[in-house]
């Protein structure tokens, strides 16, 4: 191939190029180069969704060997909110993410990408994203899951923001969503105390003058932690057979003190990292929002971070861990406080199952 015909005249804003092999018998390939304006990236509405049912530690008292003091005192929690019967992590999506557009005045057509993280999508195919994209009428939209497990939401919001942020896409919906009532086993007393479904979508845009939207972000992996923390059975290695039902595989495998100690080192690690190399001290912070697996963990990071707890989002007692819902569920419990501003200094971070970890900071800007 060689290029016959480069002709760089502007053409609607696009340059066109026109390619074509030196044999006359070939066809004429043709180009045409969409220019690409880097911009940055900024939150721009949030809306969350738990189901009405509540499943308290009382409840939980008479289905395991278990007691309101213990679960409070170990981890935070008092109550989670669980789904009935039929209902799927899309019904418990779209419903966030049509509260999302509408705060913002949006119709579900003007979305242009719609990126899912889930690790409980509604069945392994299709993804989350085409059921949601269709239940929300998101006729404009492409999108796709990605798995992350608790710090899902942080990854997305990075993938989201990648796309904005090169000048592809101005609309795209960033979702964090899970049933985990639907992979729990309520005969295990340490798994499923802890656990509880919901979800939150962000619909990110690109900044307006003067605006600074996500800043940084630190992410990592180390999947020597996949032993700690799985959902053993249902996948390619061990597909659903009468044997992983009566082994309890399709339940969510957890070694509790395993996944503390990592996540305790790991928030703050990766918290530290971010705001160290962009120069802030956590005393400048306006608001921490962790992801919420357990309350003790949010109060060794905040207080390795030098942050008050004050200035640290906890919605745990409500909630419990709702996977990839907890950090913008945390989001809405700041903006009903009054706790996080346009303009505010925001840093975000998670652990999850993998295992994965994630630290964001960004300025809130609405
Ligand atoms: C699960 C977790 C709350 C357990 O708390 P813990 O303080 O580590 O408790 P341990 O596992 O050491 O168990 C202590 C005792 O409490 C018991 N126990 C466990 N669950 C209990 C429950 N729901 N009620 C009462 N007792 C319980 C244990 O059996 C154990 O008893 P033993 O000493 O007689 O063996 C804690 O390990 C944790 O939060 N881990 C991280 C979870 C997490 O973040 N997961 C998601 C990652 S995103």
New binding site residues.
Partial sequence: MQCREASPAPCNGAIRFSLSDISSEDPILSLTLKPRHAVRAKISALGTYVPPRVLTNADLEKM????DA??VE??GIRERHVVDKGIATSDLAAEAARRCLASRGIQPTEVEAIIVATVTPDMIFPSAACVIQNKLGATGAWGFDLSA??SGFPYALQVGAKLVESGAHKKVLVIGADVMSSIIDYTD???C??FGDGAGAVLLEPCEEGETGLIDFWHEIDGSGAVS?NMPAGGSLLPASHETVDKRQHFVY?D??T??KF?VRKMAEAAERVLERNGVAGTELACFIP?Q??K??IESTAHRLGMPMERVILNIDRYG?T?AGTIPLAMQTAREEGRLKKGDLVLLA????GFTVGATLLRWEF
Avoid: P
């Fill in positions: 395991v060997e278990t007691n213990w679960i170990r981890t497990a608790c007393r340490s798994t105390i802890l923390l957890q509790g003190q996944v503390y996540a992801h697996a357990n003790r963990i861990n996977t998670s652990v999850g199952a």
